[in-house]
Nanobody, 121 residues
Framework: QVNLVESGGGLVQAGGSLRLSCVAS????????MAWYRQAPGKQQELVAT???????NYAGSLKGRLTISRNDAGDTVYLQMNSLKPEDTGRYFC???????????????WGQGTQVTVSS
């Protein structure tokens, strides 16, 4: 079982920055790919960024140039640095990881509870 806890959200003015954290209950991010999603009120969940176990990041088109993902050496925390925030970035941000449990490829999906980001205009 893996627990994920996000933090770092809050209220920020447009143009501001936030750094979100996703802390796992064990060091899983060096062996498993992860992703950040967000969900705005009344909208479907949206992929924000992906981060592979090898350290390769990809960002959603609308967010490119404004996000940076990084990971700590222990492999139990992933950070999402968000700059030049816009009101449309408002939403609840979730950390997700797919943990592969055996050589056959069986896996478990894990989600955090999310952290709220609110960007005022």
């Amino acid at each position: 079982q893996v627990n994920l806890v996000e933090s770092g959200g809050g209220l920020v003015q447009a143009g501001g920055s936030l750094r979100l954290s996703c802390v796992a209950s064990r060091s899983i991010f060096r062996r498993n790919d992860m992703a950040w999603y967000r969900q705005a009120p009344g909208k479907q969940q949206e992929l924000v960024a992906t981060f592979t176990s090898a350290g390769s990041a990809n960002y959603a088109g609308s967010l490119k140039g404004r996000l940076t993902i990084s990971r700590n050496d222990a492999g139990d925390t992933v950070y999402l640095q968000m700059n030049s925030l816009k009101p449309e970035d408002t939403g609840r941000y979730f950390c997700y990881v797919r943990v592969v449990v055996n050589v056959e490829g069986a896996y478990h999906d894990h989600w955090g509870q999310g952290t709220q980001v609110t960007v005022s205009s």
